[in-house]
């Protein structure tokens, strides 16, 4: 049974940072693409970033290039996401998501397999 587990959202000032952890139980991140959502009240689910299988190539959202950086650690069988410079706009919860292809894009079809979220609220 494939899990994914994310955690250490929360409150954060904004130009604050947060480092998001997802906890993969199931399949091998190395072995997946691997990425980022967020979901916006009243908005649709969007990718932030991605990671490809094995080789590493990352894509990020043109919102959060140079302020956010996915990676992972193959040896834990972990991703992340590092964010800095947080904006309210950045405000939303995030999901972790995998699919056994190559690459993962922006669209949620193509995700086979979720995290149950954890919430970020960027506020002063």
Do not use: H
């Not at 929360?10 to 139980?25: D, I, M, T």
């Not at 193959?74 to 995030?94: C, G, H, R």
């Amino acid at each position: 049974q494939v899990q994914l587990i994310e955690s250490g959202g929360g409150l954060v000032q904004p130009g604050g940072s947060l480092r998001l952890s997802c906890a993969a139980s199931g399949l091998s991140v190395r072995n997946n693409a691997m990425g980022w959502f967020r979901q916006a009240p009243g908005k649709e689910r969007e990718i932030v970033a991605a990671l490809s299988r094995a080789g590493g190539i990352t894509d990020y959202a043109d919102a959060v290039k140079g302020r956010f950086t996915i990676f992972r650690d193959n040896a834990n069988n972990m991703v992340y996401l590092q964010m800095i410079s947080l904006k309210p706009e950045d405000t939303a919860v995030y999901y972790c998501a995998a699919r056994s292809g190559y690459k993962l894009g922006a669209r949620t079809g193509d995700v086979d397999y979720w995290g149950q979220g954890t919430q970020v609220t960027v506020s002063s």
